[in-house]
């Protein structure tokens, strides 16, 4: 996946959040409409996340160290892993405060300042000019996405992809406009009814949209951080690869680890004839090496292991032999 075209995600979602957040929260303190203080926290919560992809970014580059000697690509990873519980809890659970807040107001019959103000025209104002403001954002998201996403469904982009920038920014995109339009019915219902419980339920759509968002970027950046094999995809070009060396006879068993988005760590057993020299040896892992860098260029780290094939030998890890 190319990090600019994710950089430039990033960079589009932290512009037009931090625009989004300051007018609302100039409708809010206009009128008191607890929805808007609930998106006005999303969007505070949301440019601070896409600070936390830049900054992991940027940290992930650092070259290799003697303590961390595969680098720190999976640096990356971890801001992703931040990211989600930022969303969960300053964006999610504070709109669930809001909502429960709002909802006792509302029960104990006080004065409502989004009913009573006459200013209801400025959160409608603000979201309809949000709406349009988060949509060019998400659509920068969507065509960045295109253009690595082949053709697997959104679903599957979602869940497979090694880099996280561009499917956290989706996903924080998608919530966002969602959010925005939960906001707009709920202050819309409370001035056309004269209910303010439409309001405290705005409030706490998006306070559960933002939870169910915030757990499955959690549970997707898990994996990557547990870490993550190479594709189908990257995998049967890295096989073809060392088969196609003359002098290796089959791949015994393989094993491979993402160590970052664009950084992949190969390591396999391969058979070599019975009657070859240490120099043939030497020369068939060159030549594999070179293919397989060739073939799959994020294979950063290539280790291969000579040895003479076996049917009943065991393999390590409990995969079993090739036939």
Request: glycine share 8%.
């Amino acid at each position: 996946m190319s990090a600019s075209g994710g950089t430039k995600a990033v960079v589009a979602a932290l512009l037009a959040n931090l625009g989004i957040a300051i007018t609302k929260f100039v409708a809010w303190l206009l009128t008191g409409a607890s929805s808007m203080l609930a998106e006005a926290i999303h969007s505070v919560a949301d440019s601070g996340n896409q600070a936390l992809l830049l900054l992991g970014g940027r940290r992930a580059k650092r070259d290799a160290t003697p303590q961390h000697p595969f680098g720190y690509g999976r640096e990356r990873y971890i801001y992703a892993f931040i990211v989600s519980i930022v969303l969960f809890s300053v964006g999610g659970l504070f709109a669930l405060y809001e909502a429960f807040h709002k909802y006792e107001q509302v029960h104990a019959g006080e004065p409502d300042k989004l009913l009573d103000s006459g200013l209801g025209w400025v959160p409608i104002l603000v979201l309809s000019v949000a709406i349009v403001m988060e949509s060019f954002s998400f659509r920068t998201a969507i065509v960045e996405s295109n253009r690595v996403r082949d053709n697997q469904s959104w679903v599957q982009f979602v869940r497979t992809a090694k880099a996280p920038e561009l499917p956290v920014v989706l996903l924080e995109d998608l919530a966002a406009l969602l959010g925005l339009f939960f906001a707009l019915i709920g202050v819309g219902m409370s001035l056309l009814t004269g209910n303010a419980y439409w309001d405290v339920g705005g409030t706490t759509a998006i306070g559960l949209l933002l939870v169910t968002v915030a757990i499955v970027l959690a549970l997707e950046t898990k994996s990557l951080l547990l870490g993550e094999g190479a594709s189908p995809a990257a995998l049967a070009r890295i096989r073809a690869a060392l088969e196609a060396e003359p002098a290796v006879e089959r791949i015994i068993h393989m094993k491979t680890l993402h160590l970052g988005p664009d950084e992949l760590l190969v390591a396999a057993k391969i058979g070599v004839r019975r009657t070859d020299s240490a120099a043939d040896v030497a020369a068939a892992i060159d030549g594999a090496e070179r293919r397989v860098r060739e073939a799959e260029p994020l294979a950063r780290l290539v280790y291969l292991e000579p040895d003479i094939y076996r049917a009943e030998a065991p393999v390590p890890g409990g995969d079993a032999p090739d036939h």
